[in-house]
């Protein structure tokens, strides 16, 4: 299993400035990755994040507007440019152990508001 | 690619009473299939999965799921639910070619009533 927190836990954000949002996991992991829940909606994949390589976007995502990090095996970060208040949701880190259990474990998730 | 339907948004039940979640599913590819609870202001919290074997699987808190491939669902049930229960269930899959992510249902919302 993995334990993960995420900083910070909610944040309210004028329009047109940017969040840093920081996932730390309890563990080693491969396969991090990013998801936006708006509200009352489910979740969607924003990118996956594997150290060392660039992250991989899932379409309607770019790398301008969500900026990630991933400088070692349990730590990333996600960044929400130029905000609007389209971009209030729920954002979840969420790993995979790659262990065979096919798992994946979530954050608690940040909930950002744009004013 | 797979998708996942959950037919209910909502489903209000009053509490000891049976509940029965529905989820559907499409793939090209065999599946592994989860449920996941997320209480309010909360992560997703894993409640149960299907990898193989027994299509009748248990989870946590009481909850079970049957997997049916002809039909390609994955009904989460609950013999008596508990105000407790309250909260959103996501249903979701992911295929069995190395890398694929998790794809998720829209949500259905258990409201238990006391």
């Known amino acids: 299993s993995a334990v993960i927190s995420q900083k910070p836990s909610r944040d309210i954000c004028q329009r047109g400035t940017s969040l840093t949002i920081q996932c730390q996991v309890d563990?080693?992991?491969?396969?991090m990755f990013w998801y936006r829940q708006q509200p009352g909606q489910s979740l969607t994949l924003i990118a996956t994040?594997?150290?060392?390589?660039?992250?991989?976007?899932e379409s309607g995502f770019v790398i301008d507007k969500f900026p990630i990090s991933r400088p070692n095996l349990t730590f990333s970060t996600l960044t929400v440019s130029n905000l609007s208040p389209e971009d209030s949701s729920i954002y979840l880190c969420?790993?995979?152990?790659?262990?065979?259990?096919?798992?994946?474990?979530f954050g608690p998730g940040t909930r950002l508001t744009v004013t | 690619a797979q998708s996942v339907t959950q037919l209910d948004s909502q489903v209000p039940v009053f509490e000891e009473a049976p509940v029965e979640l529905r989820c559907n599913y499409s793939?090209?590819?065999?599946?592994?299939l989860f449920w996941y609870v997320q209480y309010p202001n909360q992560g997703l919290q894993l409640l149960l999965k299907?990898?193989?074997?027994?299509?009748l699987v248990k989870g946590i808190n009481g909850f079970e799921a049957e997997f049916n491939k002809s039909q390609t669902s994955f009904h989460l049930r609950k013999p008596s639910v508990h105000i407790s229960d309250t909260a959103e269930y996501f249903c979701?899959?992911?295929?069995?070619?190395?890398?694929?992510?998790?794809?998720f249902g829209g949500g259905t919302r258990l409201m238990v009533k006391p």
């Open positions: 969420s790993v995979s152990t790659g262990t065979g259990d096919y798992e994946q474990y």
């Open positions: 979701a899959v992911r295929g069995h070619n190395a890398g694929n992510m998790l794809t």
């Open positions: 563990s080693q992991v491969t396969m």
């Open positions: 299907y990898l193989s074997g027994s299509t």
């Open positions: 994040a594997n150290q060392g390589s660039e992250a991989t976007y």
């Open positions: 793939s090209s590819v065999s599946v592994y």
